[in-house]
């Protein structure tokens, strides 16, 4: 078939971006199990369902456009992180991802630690029972306050991202009279391959202590001479949504060199490395993850070939899966409002949320997949651009789609691989409200973050 007169529409060809991997799929109402969550299926009657609930139910009880998360899928990637690292290793829930008080319980009862990075991500793991001991806090600017709340609840590091602040965590510590565990982050000069926005490892970027010019190391000579601070590790970190573990083989063989220096020049082996997170999920059929023992293998064959080779002990690994837990655990329900034809070019389908609940696609260019969930099709595929209600025409939550040609105004449609980042990041733009985060397990569905109110939104505004 000639690209001309592709069943999307006669001009297919140019309004996709060059290289673009999109064609219609074989199956309209077929669901990729490497984009959506594990309970998910569709019933005998063609209805989209998680952990045995209908979506149809739970648009009528929760309303759209909502969060709705597999508590039994983030609960099984949760040990699956666990288990591939095992005990001589530490694995630490980025809550940036998405936090809140239920999550930081299921990452408690599952095993996991949490790394936060903000007083208010540290505020809501305090809360909700998680031992501070077990507890990182990041950030490239953390206020007094927020340090000083870390170091009396006893966290068990702090990851250290100026000179600035090697200074200010130490004397925060030696005024309550207590020795903060800390780590170091260093920015290895690696180009993971993603967004210039969630590219973290070169050195023209906010976060972490170059090593480049020997800064990194004048950073632990200073962290060493202080006495309220114990310096425990290095931490690294070069990007999110990584597939290839190549980048985290020369961020280790960097970051190694560095401890390294560090036992030749002070007669100190640093015991524990963290090498971040970042590992990439599938957004679309096109992304192929890997597995956590995969990931788990890979990093620790790095680490004991990096060390082995310099003459070191091998530190204790820590790593930081968030989107790779939480991502693929929650899909994004939609009610379609207008379905708009431009002949020729796409098929606008504009759905009661948009950018408000997730920003990404405005914000990186990124890629999702969509489907007609409450009800299947037989319809022809149409190209579509899944749009939101928002006064901006880069209000866009999936670029381009085939969804059936029948589409209509009422039915839902669904987002997979929403879990993370999205809720996190969402906004009052337009004063819309912000969707709730529904937990779903075993036939029962029960809020866990409940959707906004206008009066939530007026208390704010004291006028």
């Given at each position: 078939m000639?690209?001309?007169?592709h069943?999307?529409?006669?001009?297919?060809?140019?309004?996709?971006?060059?290289?673009?991997?999109?064609?219609?799929?074989?199956d309209?109402?077929?669901l990729?199990?490497?984009?959506?969550?594990?309970t998910?299926?569709?019933?005998?009657?063609?209805?989209?369902?998680?952990?045995?609930?209908?979506?149809?139910?739970?648009?009528?009880?929760?309303?759209?456009p909502?969060?709705?998360?597999?508590?039994?899928?983030?609960?099984?990637?949760?040990?699956?992180?666990?288990?591939?690292?095992?005990?001589?290793?530490?694995?630490?829930?980025?809550?940036?991802?998405?936090?809140?008080?239920?999550?930081?319980?299921?990452?408690n009862?599952?095993?996991?630690?949490?790394?936060v990075?903000?007083?208010?991500?540290?505020?809501?793991?305090?809360?909700a029972g998680?031992?501070?001991?077990?507890?990182?806090?990041h950030?490239?600017?953390?206020s007094?306050?927020e340090?000083?709340?870390?170091?009396?609840?006893?966290v068990?590091?702090?990851?250290?991202?100026s000179?600035?602040?090697?200074?200010?965590?130490?004397?925060?510590?030696?005024?309550l009279?207590?020795?903060?565990?800390?780590?170091?982050?260093?920015?290895?000069g690696?180009?993971a391959?993603?967004?210039?926005?969630i590219?973290?490892?070169?050195e023209?970027?906010?976060?972490?202590?170059?090593?480049?010019?020997g800064?990194?190391a004048?950073?632990?000579?200073?962290a060493?001479?202080?006495?309220?601070?114990?310096?425990i590790?290095?931490?690294?970190?070069?990007?999110?949504?990584?597939?290839d573990?190549s980048?985290?083989?020369?961020?280790?063989?960097?970051?190694?060199?560095?401890?390294?220096e560090?036992?030749?020049?002070h007669?100190?082996?640093?015991?524990?490395?963290?090498?971040?997170?970042?590992l990439?999920?599938?957004?679309?059929s096109?992304?192929d993850?890997?597995?956590?023992?995969?990931?788990?293998?890979?990093?620790?064959?790095?680490?004991?070939?990096?060390?082995?080779?310099?003459?070191?002990?091998?530190?204790?690994?820590?790593?930081?899966?968030?989107?790779?837990?939480a991502?693929?655990?929650?899909f994004?329900?939609?009610?379609?409002?207008?379905?708009?034809?431009?002949?020729?070019?796409r098929?606008?389908?504009?759905?009661?949320?948009?950018?408000s609940?997730?920003?990404?696609?405005?914000?990186?260019?990124?890629?999702?997949s969509v489907?007609?969930?409450?009800?299947?099709?037989?319809?022809?595929p149409?190209?579509s651009?899944?749009?939101?209600?928002?006064?901006?025409?880069?209000?866009?939550?999936?670029?381009d789609?085939?969804?059936p040609?029948?589409?209509?105004?009422?039915?839902?449609?669904?987002?997979?691989?929403?879990g993370?980042?999205?809720?996190?990041?969402a906004?009052?733009?337009n004063?819309?409200?912000?969707?709730?985060?529904?937990?779903v397990?075993?036939?029962?569905?029960?809020?866990?973050?409940?959707?906004?109110?206008?009066?939530?939104?007026?208390?704010l505004?004291?006028?």
């Amino acid at each position: 078939m000639s690209r001309s007169a592709h069943p999307a529409g006669p001009r297919y060809a140019d309004v996709l971006p060059e290289g673009h991997y999109i064609a219609p799929p074989t199956d309209l109402n077929a669901l990729d199990p490497r984009v959506w969550a594990r309970t998910v299926d569709r019933n005998a009657d063609g209805v989209v369902t998680v952990g045995g609930v209908d979506v149809k139910t739970l648009a009528e009880e929760f309303g759209t456009p909502g969060y709705f998360l597999d508590e039994a899928d983030f609960r099984a990637r949760c040990r699956a992180w666990r288990e591939a690292f095992g005990a001589d290793a530490d694995v630490f829930y980025a809550g940036k991802a998405f936090l809140c008080r239920a999550v930081v319980r299921w990452l408690n009862e599952e095993g996991l630690n949490l790394d936060v990075c903000s007083g208010g991500e540290l505020a809501t793991a305090l809360a909700a029972g998680m031992p501070a001991e077990r507890i990182a806090l990041h950030g490239n600017n953390k206020s007094e306050a927020e340090i000083r709340r870390a170091v009396e609840a006893g966290v068990g590091r702090i990851v250290l991202d100026s000179f600035q602040e090697i200074v200010r965590v130490a004397h925060i510590a030696e005024r309550l009279g207590k020795r903060q565990r800390v780590q170091i982050r260093v920015t290895v000069g690696v180009e993971a391959h993603t967004h210039e926005f969630i590219a973290t490892a070169h050195e023209d970027q906010k976060f972490g202590i170059p090593l480049a010019g020997g800064l990194a190391a004048e950073a632990v000579r200073r962290a060493l001479k202080l006495d309220g601070l114990e310096l425990i590790g290095v931490h690294s970190h070069i990007g999110s949504q990584i597939f290839d573990t190549s980048g985290f083989e020369v961020a280790a063989h960097r970051v190694v060199g560095l401890l390294k220096e560090v036992r030749d020049e002070h007669g100190v082996e640093l015991p524990e490395i963290d090498l971040g997170g970042g590992l990439g999920i599938a957004y679309t059929s096109e992304d192929d993850p890997r597995e956590p023992h995969e990931i788990a293998k890979a990093l620790r064959d790095i680490v004991h070939r990096e060390c082995e080779g310099a003459g070191l002990a091998v530190p204790r690994l820590s790593v930081e899966p968030g989107r790779a837990i939480a991502g693929p655990t929650a899909f994004t329900l939609y009610e379609v409002g207008t379905v708009k034809e431009l002949p020729g070019l796409r098929t606008y389908v504009s759905v009661d949320g948009g950018m408000s609940d997730n920003i990404r696609t405005a914000l990186y260019d990124a890629e999702y997949s969509v489907a007609l969930v409450s009800r299947t099709s037989t319809a022809e595929p149409m190209l579509s651009r899944v749009v939101g209600k928002h006064c901006e025409s880069g209000d866009i939550v999936v670029r381009d789609a085939f969804l059936p040609a029948d589409l209509a105004p009422g039915d839902l449609i669904a987002v997979p691989a929403t879990g993370a980042y999205c809720r996190s990041m969402a906004s009052n733009y337009n004063h819309a409200l912000r969707p709730p985060v529904v937990a779903v397990a075993d036939g029962r569905a029960r809020e866990i973050v409940r959707r906004e109110t206008e009066e939530d939104l007026l208390r704010l505004d004291v006028g």
